[in-house]
């Protein structure tokens, strides 16, 4: 029979164990959030992990071939875009800004498509939407739209999709976004990084069993 001392001393570690368990849950679930509060406002309408970014090779402004797949280890902000788009040469300069920022940076790449037919078709496209400004990011062309529309299901503009390291798609945003401010920059490295928000979106809306995430950071 156990003594009164044992039974405390075997009731305290009870206790402490289970301080110890909600203390590291606690702390899980703020890490989590943490991961999650740029995403969760940026609200993109798709986010997952589940998916593999259809690699492609398209011609650059000179012709050059640029493969998709050729920027694995890096964070890939993919926009997809043509000049006929309002939205698409709104959001345009923001994006600009990114794919700047990212020049100084290892971690991610900004890479743009278009389904405007050539180079011919954009320049003068390019000078007035950037001021007259250099292009800093690469401008690729797919006027039958065989990577924009048959690999990804694209069909409205702007949309913008994150490819992490690994080449898996991340999240997807439809619409014109402002890609210069500190949250956009913040959801790009986040979701480039292990241990990234877990929290699943579709159409816009966070569901599966980590929603509740975007829950508390509302």
């Known amino acids: 029979m156990k003594t009164p001392a044992v ?3 075997v009731g305290f570690i009870a206790v402490a164990a289970l301080g110890v368990y909600a203390f590291v849950g606690a702390a899980q679930h703020d890490m989590r959030r943490a991961s999650c509060s740029a995403l969760c406002r940026l ?11 259809p690699d492609f090779e398209l011609p650059d402004m000179e012709g050059h071939p640029v493969r998709l797949s050729s920027y694995r280890g890096k964070v890939v902000v993919l926009n997809f875009w043509t000049k006929t788009c309002g939205p698409c040469l709104d959001e345009m300069p923001s994006v600009a800004e990114l794919a700047t920022i990212s020049h100084n940076r290892s971690d991610f790449v900004v890479l743009t498509v278009t389904t405007d037919d050539g180079p011919d078709a954009v320049r003068d496209t390019l000078k007035v939407t950037l001021k007259g400004g250099d292009v800093p990011f690469p401008v690729l062309f797919d006027p039958e739209m065989s990577v924009v529309g048959a690999r990804y299901g694209t069909h409205l503009f702007p949309e913008t999709w994150i490819i992490d390291p690994e080449g898996v798609i991340r999240a997807r945003f439809d619409g014109s976004k402002d890609w210069s401010t500190p949250l956009a920059v913040e959801v790009v490295e986040k979701l480039g990084r292990p241990g990234a928000c877990p929290v699943e979106f579709f159409k816009s809306a966070p569901h ?3 929603a509740g995430l ?3 950071d509302s």
């Open 7 to 9: 039974l405390a001393q």
């Open 43 to 53: 609200q993109p309408a798709y986010a997952g992990a589940d998916r593999r970014a």
């Open 208 to 210: 599966g069993q980590f």
């Open 214 to 216: 975007c829950e508390d």
